[in-house]
């Protein structure tokens, strides 16, 4: 596992391809795919979240705040539903 210091938000650790970090004490795994998409697995909840967007008709700031934005919907939102 590599330690990344947080330089990829909600993503501070990096191993096997796979972005690991913890939400309000659920550990979940998060694969970031090419143009904006995402897997989000929560293990302890049993839950699977994938998303998806397009990034490339805009400006490399805008796909950055774009991508933070729908993290939060999954992390803040969708797995707060959940427990």
Not at 2 to 25: D, M
Not at 30 to 50: R, Y
Not at 69 to 80: E, N
Request: glycine share 8%; with cysteine.
């Amino acid at each position: 596992m590599i330690l990344t210091n947080n330089a990829v938000p909600y993503s501070p650790e990096h191993g096997y391809q796979i972005w690991l970090g913890t939400w309000s004490g659920h550990r979940y795994h998060m694969a970031i795919g090419w143009g904006g998409k995402f897997i989000v697995i929560v293990p302890d909840q049993n839950l699977v979240v994938t998303a998806t967007c397009w990034t490339s008709d805009i400006t490399y700031q805008m796909a950055g705040e774009h991508w933070i934005r729908i993290i939060q919907i999954i992390l803040k939102q969708i797995l707060h539903c959940v427990y």
